[in-house]
Structures are given as structure tokens and as C-alpha cells.
Nanobody, 127 residues
């Protein structure tokens, strides 16, 4: 599986942006969960939002209520709608995939080291 992110760019404080991640083949049907991570300069990579084939979603507390993760099965795509953006949301955003069998609990969805497939990242800047 290969992942390619698109979208991102610049937004003003309180604005919105959308990210998309295209997978080279079906992931959800093959037992993968998909997630968005982000990494700001000088900081560790952190989980933002995740979704599994069942439709189960999980969000970091810092983005809950502002970001919405969804999937488009027909297009093998992972989406992230980001509203009410804040300067602290500025980071490089990565799309990633993990086989569900590698997860033991919902907290594992936020563990970057468990994910085996990564996109190249896309920059989001909020000012």
C-alpha cells in the first residue's frame, strides 16, 4: 500500500482546511485502520485522528470538536476536515495505515511506532 497526501497549505486563525490521503489500494477492506499524525518543528509526531473500517473514529483531545476524519471507500481515501484552526495546529501532517491486528486497545491508534505505511506529509500553516 502506498499513501499520498494532498491539500493543506495556509489558513488564518479560525479558518478551515481539508486534507486528503489517497491509498494505492483498498485498506479498510484489508483490515487496516487509517490515521492522521502531525509533527511540528522540534516536536514529536502526535496522533490527530484515526478511523477504522467499521467506522470507528478516535481524536486527540486537542482537535476533538474541530477536526473531522472520514473515509471514502470507493476512492480508497482518508479525509480530514479541519475547522476553527489555531496557530498551534501548524505542522506537517502525515497519513498512515496500521493493520488492526497490531492494535490491542484504542490508545494504540495514537502510537506512531505501530503504523507500517506512511505518506510523505503535507504542510499546514495557520497564522
Amino acid at each position: 500500500v502506498q499513501l499520498v497526501e494532498s491539500g493543506g497549505g495556509s489558513a488564518q486563525d479560525g479558518g478551515s482546511l481539508s486534507l486528503s490521503c489517497a491509498a494505492s489500494e483498498s485498506t479498510y477492506d484489508r483490515g487496516y485502520c487509517m490515521a492522521w499524525f502531525r509533527q511540528a518543528s522540534g516536536k514529536e509526531r502526535e496522533g490527530v485522528a484515526a478511523i477504522c473500517g467499521s467506522g470507528y473514529t478516535d481524536y486527540a483531545g486537542s482537535v476533538a470538536g474541530r477536526f473531522t476524519v472520514s473515509k471514502d471507500n470507493a476512492k480508497n481515501a482518508l479525509l480530514l476536515q479541519m475547522d476553527n484552526l489555531r496557530p498551534e495546529d501548524s505542522a506537517t501532517y502525515y497519513c498512515a495505515a496500521v493493520e488492526r491486528r497490531r492494535l490491542t486497545n484504542k490508545q494504540d491508534l495514537g502510537r506512531a511506532e505501530l503504523y507500517t505505511v506512511w505518506g510523505q506529509g503535507t504542510q499546514v500553516t495557520v497564522s
